[in-house]
RNA sequence: GCCGAAGUGGCGGAAUGGCAGACGCGGCGGUCUCAAAAACCGCUGGGGGCAACCUCGUGGGGGUUCGAAUCCCCCCUUCGGCACCA
């Protein structure tokens, strides 16, 4: 091998022989402190891009620091390889989803090698697999049989692109999150996980650490509210039930002077008197046909008709109108409510377009009761019109009015989530297919444990009709009922692909298993996860799903603990370097393979966490590549390239040398623990130029300087593990540096001897001085005051005050 | 509309109450060279001054403080999330 830096010649070096070594593979260790660092795998789309590259170096780099501290690190990686990118490529090109897959898998498996991570590659989950997705179908059956998964009929998302169904967490702005198509809504029987049962528990974050912003998200798409349900009796005669209505103001039920129902609600059509049913029947196909967009539009006027009907007041009597409107949702509490105008802004907009009454049930102090109001006032001061309540403050009104209709049995206090059970049926092909078999006699009976996996039929044919593909498959649909043995018929739908990884993190730490999802063994020692890395684009899907899946396996003992993921970050989104996404029609994709094959694996890593804070993102930088070019060459002269050697241990060149070596420990321990790699780089950069400073002036100690090159080897190997690597066997340093100790740091050598003290006069800086580290107080400040340049500024006078900052400046004021 | 994050040289960024611009790119000057590249060294926010220095300067305006990029209030811009959820 040359004596220059060749990156191109000792990373494949490397990475042959740590793979031959198997140097990351681990196994549960009792004696060692596990950490289990993830970073989200890729979907296998055939290309890996610089975002991945973006998303998992620093991962690696933070894996391979814990590594070095001591921990047994577990950093697998593997393929989200479900999904529909490959049934489209079968749609368009004929080819067979499986193979597609596999191939691109196996592509990206060779690009993901480039970079030299330390994934434990032993462990790869493909979730595409039957050996992965027979335990994915377990899943399925476990949460069936506790109840958790059922079969229901709702107004479900339809996506026409995809031709599918989909969660309400993958339609986003009305629009589906994949294809951009404009959501249908379609009532269709499908398969639901009861992720509402952990609704409230999915509100508490105890014990993880996760950015605000993501807990933030999750707490508003669960949408907890308190209020209550109360009962408002129909004056319609042969309907018996009450119409029940969700508010989150109970105490203004006094100010309520009309009802609405969603148009598709239960109730509407009896309730609807024979000479309003052509408009009220009208009215619900209009708002059928009308797009989630439009209805959710709060720009648009808002639409109702009445139902000719009326309901009573159960506090008061009063006989008030029941109107149907599509401003409220059937979807979301009970599908109903009071409209009390005077106090919600959108009930006063529809009471003035069809002139209902406004009944203020509160007083104000800025509004006047007894005129027309301009707009509603959701607060006030006491209860007014509100019978036995009037002079009630607002503070307790509330509690009585809930208390008066529980006492009464006309209500009750309700906690309603706007978070929906998640719908996991998918009317696609390439999916885990839902293990059901559906028996005239028995309905809907589960496939048995021991017949898993249900494979998927291969030589499909795609065309995309609105039912899964697997319909057509007549030797694949026909199966006999598992309890008699007589002709039935397979459930077609597959699952949603996030089913696959919402447990993908407890299958790596067992990933071969054949008889169960994991060992509780492994489960116990490995999990849960401490570090997991990704995008924030997953802060309410995977994320939230992946929380349901940890919690029900809990429930079901499988698992210990309340959080899957104790401690998560988000990084940004890496940009062309014109400060726009990637994309080949902009022209602006920087391709890693390329970035490697003209400057190497370590630099583009290096590279890549010096643009800026990895939670950030931001442009790529082509041109500071030789910045970091310049560096990496410079580490390699400084561990190549003796100065003279001598044997100074105590000159003052050996001090400042030392002194440089255990600050830049220093610094660049705390920039690993906070992920600032981009400053990180920077210290090893400032130690670099200290070090060839050193080796220019002259003779160096040669203990601090061999010091130096092995910390500088060693603060390096996780960002650039290859020439690390190979400037520490240069050294004849034992291999390798990858499994070496992360080096600590000497205060007392890492600290100053002298401090520049900075001399302001009225905040301005005037001067500086140089004083010994552990000057006193009273020092400095003589030291200030006795300044050439302090006294022509005072001219004679005498300060007002003088400010000292330890170490740091003294401040005179006049 | 609501919630959150951000706004600093030519560029990426550093500094989270104490020297604004670390580190890097780019630029300018120099060493080396027949020359160029590479490498290395020096300078590099604006204005004024021969200079020592002075002055302005962290989106805009106000405030707190001996001292503000940093804390508080108002506004502007950009990005992200949510958006008739009763």
């Known amino acids: ?44 789309s055939g290309d890996l891009h610089t975002g991945h590259w973006y998303a998992m170096v620093p991962s690696d780099v933070a894996a391979r620091y814990r590594r070095m501290r001591g921990y047994n690190v577990l950093f697998p990686m593997g393929f989200d390889a479900f999904g529909l990118p490959a049934e489209n490529a079968a749609i368009r090109r004929g080819v067979d989803p499986a193979e597609w897959t596999a191939a691109n898998v196996e ?3 060779g690009q993901l090698r480039l970079m030299g991570a330390g994934f434990d590659w032993e462990r790869e989950v493909v979730t595409s697999d039957p050996l992965y997705y027979k335990w994915t179908q377990w899943w399925f059956l476990q949460l069936y049989r506790h109840g958790l998964a059922y079969r229901g009929e ?104 009309f009802m609405v129902m969603a148009p598709e609600h239960p109730l509407a059509r009896r309730v609807t008197t024979p000479a309003q049913h052509d408009l009220v029947e009208e009215y619900q196909q209009a708002a059928a046909r009308a797009t989630e967009i439009e209805r959710l539009s709060t720009e648009r006027e808002k639409t109702g008709v009445f139902t000719g009907a009326y309901a009573v007041n159960p506090f008061n009597g009063r006989r008030i109108p029941i109107w149907v409107a599509d401003y409220v949702l059937v979807t979301y509490g009970t599908g109903a409510i009071m409209a009390v105008p005077a106090h919600d802004q959108r009930d006063f907009e529809f009471a003035r377009k069809y002139g209902m009454e406004i009944i203020p049930v509160f007083d104000h102090p800025d509004v006047d009761t007894s005129r027309p109001l301009e707009q509603a006032f959701p607060r006030g001061v006491r209860m007014i019109n509100s019978g036995p309540f009037d002079g009630v403050p607002d503070d307790e009104a509330f509690a009585q009015v809930v208390a008066f209709a529980r006492a009464n049995r006309i209500g009750e206090p309700t906690v309603t989530f706007r978070l929906r059970d998640w719908l996991i049926s998918r009317q696609r092909y390439w999916g885990a297919p839902i293990p ?85 063994e492994k489960a116990r020692y490995w999990l849960p996860v401490d570090q997991y890395t990704g995008g924030a684009e997953h802060s309410v899907m995977h994320l939230l799903y992946t929380r349901f899946f940890w919690k029900a396996a809990r429930d079901m003992g499988l698992v210990d603990g309340d959080e899957p993921m104790k401690r998560l970050y988000n990084q940004g989104v890496i940009l062309g370097p014109d400060g726009n996404r990637m994309s080949k029609s902009r022209g602006n994709v920087v391709a890693p393979d390329e970035q490697v094959e003209r400057y190497g694996s370590d ?30 060459n410079r580490v390699w002269s400084l561990a190549t390239d003796e100065p003279d050697l001598t044997d100074v241990p105590a000159a003052a060149e050996t001090r400042a040398l030392r002194r440089a070596t255990h600050k ?22 400032e130690h670099a130029s200290a070090m060839q400073r050193a ?85 400095a400040r003589e030291a200030a005051l006795a300044s050439e340049r302090v006294r022509e500024w005072l001219d004679g006078r005498e300060p007002r005050r003088v400010v000292y900052i330890p170490g740091r400046l003294v401040n005179v004021v006049m």
């Open 1 to 44: 091998m040359s004596d220059r830096y060749d990156p191109h010649a000792i990373e494949r070096h490397w990475q042959a022989r740590w793979e031959a070594d198997r140097l990351y593979s681990v196994t549960e260790d009792e004696s060692r402190e596990k950490w289990y660092a993830l970073t989200m795998f890729p979907y296998p």
């Open 107 to 109: 592509r990206m498996r």
């Open 154 to 257: 709702a107004a479900v998302n339809w996506c026409p692109g995809c031709q599918t169904v989909l969660a309400n967490e993958q339609v986003v702005d009305g629009r589906c999150e994949r294809s951009d198509d404009v959501v249908e809504r379609r009532f269709l029987t499908q398969w639901f996980f009861r992720i509402t049962a952990y609704a409230e528990e999915l509100l508490r974050f105890e014990g993880v650490e996760w950015p605000e912003r993501v807990k933030t998200m999750q707490t508003n798409w669960i949408g907890r509210s308190e209020g209550a349900t109360l009962a408002f009796p129909v004056d319609v005669p042969d309907v018996e039930e009450p119409l029940r209505v969700f508010t989150t103001r109970p105490d203004t039920v006094y100010g309520a002077t």
């Open 436 to 520: 059901i078999i559906h028996c005239a006699e028995h309905g809907i009976v589960p496939v048995p444990d021991a017949d898993l996996p249900v494979l998927l039929p291969e030589h499909v044919r795609f065309e995309p009709t609105g039912q899964s593909p697997l319909t057509q498959i007549e030797e694949w649909v026909n199966a006999p009922c598992p309890i008699d043995g007589r002709p039935a018929r397979r459930e077609t739908d597959t699952m949603d692909t996030f089913m696959c990884s919402s447990w993908y993190q407890m299958r790596y730490v067992d990933p071969h298993n054949p008889e169960r999802p994991f060992s509780q």
């Open 603 to 632: 630099a583009f890593r290096c590279q890549l966490m010096f643009v800026g804070p990895w939670d950030q993102g931001g442009p790529y930088n082509p041109t500071g590549m030789a910045g970091i070019v310049r560096w990496l």
């Open 664 to 685: 830049t420990i220093a610094q660049v321990t705390a920039d690993m623990e906070s992920f600032s790699f981009n400053t990180l780089i920077s210290r090893l950069m």
């Open 695 to 779: 080796r220019e002036a002259g003779p160096v100690d040669a203990a601090a300087w061999d010091e130096a090159v092995t910390t500088m080897l060693l603060l390096t190997a996780p960002l650039a593990p290859h020439i690390a690597e190979e400037l520490w066997e240069r050294r004849g340093r034992e291999y390798s540096v990858h499994t070496a100790t992360w080096p600590t740091f000497d205060a007392e050598l890492a600290r100053d001897q002298e401090v520049e003290i900075v001399v302001q006069v009225n905040g301005k800086v005037r001067d500086r001085l140089v004083l010994p580290a552990d000057v006193g107080e009273a020092e």
